[in-house]
T-cell receptor, first 111, second 114 residues
Framework: QKEVEQDPGPLSVPEGAIVSLNCTYS??????FMWYRQYSRKGPELLMY????GNKEDGRFTAQVDKSSKYISLFIRDSQHSDSATYLC???????????FGTGTRLKVLA | SAVISQKPSRDICQRGTSLTIQCQVD?????MFWYRQQPGQSLTLIAT?????????ESGFVIDKFPISRPNLTFSTLTVSNMSPEDSSIYLC???????????FGPGTRLTVL
């Protein structure tokens, strides 16, 4: 079993839709959870990070962690064409500074 | 957040040659990393660049093939040596800052080996 799993998509939604992007992980010791956005031909950009369980909101974006299910989510409200990108979850490996990345979900928001 | 630049942004190289990629951060960072990303794939960590000492390589990556330098807290280089077409990829550097070592990425170097 991979340490972090993410559906690669692509996920296509109309503008204005609510988008749910998800990752599962295997190690219950993981504490921090990151979401990166990567536009085509660009480097990943840190979007949000959360610590432990609960929700964190930033504008149209909400990151959610469910440690009991080892499940993390990124919700995008009122999705826009400019949100079209690949979204990667990343989890710092316990005891190191190294990140474990999901495969990334390619999102297409149709205008 | 740190701003990271990379040079070159892209290159086309001949088999058997070497290419050195530069990574510059606009502020001091604790950690610097080098990744490889195949088109449509996730990021694979090559190594952690350590300031003033040898880099720490991940399984499958060796110093002879990917020598790394980090002379100070804001600069690092990755060399891809004796290149083959299998080395064609995007190479990304990142710098870690903050209490949780949040990583910020450069724009990447797109390498094509003929």
């Amino acid at each position: 079993q991979k340490e972090v799993e993410q559906d690669p998509g692509p996920l296509s939604v109309p503008e204005g839709a609510i988008v749910s992007l998800n990752c599962t992980y295997s190690n219950s010791a993981f504490q921090y959870f990151m979401w990166y956005r990567q536009y085509s031909r660009k480097g990943p950009e840190l979007l949000m990070y959360t610590y432990s369980s609960g929700n964190k909101e930033d504008g149209r974006f909400t990151a959610q962690v469910d440690k009991s299910s080892k499940y993390i989510s990124l919700f995008i409200r009122d999705s826009q064409h400019s949100d079209s990108a690949t979204y990667l979850c990343a989890i710092p490996s316990s005891g190191t500074y190294k990140y474990i990345f999901g495969t990334g979900t390619r999102l297409k928001v149709l205008a | 957040s740190a701003v990271i630049s990379q040079k070159p942004s892209r290159d086309i190289c001949q088999r058997g040659t070497s290419l050195t990629i530069q990574c510059q951060v606009d502020s001091q960072v604790t950690m610097m990393f080098w990744y490889r990303q195949q088109p449509g794939q996730s990021l694979t960590l090559i190594a952690t660049a350590n300031q003033g000492s040898e880099a720490t390589y991940e399984s499958g990556f060796v110093i002879d093939k990917f020598p790394i330098s980090r002379p100070n807290l804001t600069f690092s280089t990755l060399t891809v040596s004796n290149m083959s077409p299998e080395d064609s990829s995007i190479y990304l550097c990142s710098g870690g800052q903050g209490a949780n070592n949040e990583q910020f990425f450069g724009p990447g170097t797109r390498l094509t080996v003929l």
